[in-house]
């Protein structure tokens, strides 16, 4: 902010919309700075079926310069009876597309 580095509070998030429920869904997300990991969250499968769902965490630095990367990781259950198609980018298919694994990475120098 007007040349200077904001310090304080991180927050990241990442979650799953989908257009109509799903089997289920289990979200990761983590957090590393200067290459060492310094928050993570995780979420696993809840046993219910949705169609959206998210997760929230934040992180508190004195000194914000430097690497970030976030790391967000989703993996969806197809609906009882039916298969995923092909999949999005970044994402693949597994176990004879009865589960979506979703993974995007994102590094950011400050």
Do not use: H
Not at 9 to 29: F, H, I, K, P, R
Not at 66 to 73: H, L, N, P, Q, V
């Amino acid at each position: 902010m007007n040349g200077s580095f904001v310090n304080g509070t991180w927050s990241y998030a990442t979650g799953a919309a989908c257009t109509s429920d799903v089997g289920d869904m289990a979200l990761y997300e983590q957090l590393n700075f200067n290459g060492t990991k310094v928050d993570s969250k995780y979420q696993g499968f809840t046993g219910v079926p949705r169609d959206l769902d998210a997760i929230i965490s934040s992180y508190f630095c004195a000194t914000c310069s430097g690497t970030w990367t976030f790391i967000w990781g989703q993996v969806l259950a197809a609906p009882s009876g039916t298969t995923w198609t092909s999949p999005p980018a970044g994402c693949v298919n597994e176990d004879n597309a009865i589960f979506r694994v979703c993974v995007e990475t994102k590094t950011v120098t400050l």
